[in-house]
């Protein structure tokens, strides 16, 4: 089984997540797109979907699902996407596709977020996959020095702006132990918008796609 087909088999067991009637938080990426095809199969039962990204936005919007604006609403039940990274505990690490902000935003909103990945994903410590941070483009020299002081290597994304208009550091060499604190420090640094460790708000379940079947955590 190849590791598209894994991706595949858990965005699409993601679907019975999905209420009816309701409006869908959407993450990004690969995985997602997975579950957005799937979601195109039941668009008439759901209202719609709030998005993550401009990406997502304009897969949803192909396959014919309303996407909402965020502030027009005020309840997500569920909201599906993919990491990175992922410890037992469902801590994550997220931003790969740069995403990471809205990810965190749209997040926050929803009862459930289930998150859904191959089974390359799963990890015992966080931080062998290079800890995405979003920065005000200003603030990138003085937060990647206090990123060292954090004890992680820094590494500008070059070429890559953000759909806020940010550019992202990639922190190299970190071995997270402790995912709630260092989120909170990294946020704490003037000129960060957010990093893409999604501790404080982890996974509500895990959808792994392996060679054996969906496995749920
Ligand atoms: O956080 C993300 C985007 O910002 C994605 O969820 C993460 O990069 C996983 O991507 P994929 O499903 O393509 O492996």
Redesign the pocket.
Known sequence: MTQDEM?KAAGWAALKYVEENTIVGV??????NHFIDALGTIKHDIKGAVSS?EASTEKLKSLGIEVYDLNSVSEIGVYV????EINNYNHMI???????TR?KIVAAVADKFIC???NT?NVDILGEFPL?VEVIPMARSYVARELVKLGGDPVYREGVVTDNGNVILDVHNLKIIEPRKLEEQINAIVGVVTN?LFANRGADAVLVGTPEGVKTL
């Open positions: 991706k993450g990004t990426g690969s995985t997602v990204s996407d993919g990491a990175d997220k931003g790969g596709g740069a995403a990471l990810e859904i990945v191959d994903k995405p893409g």
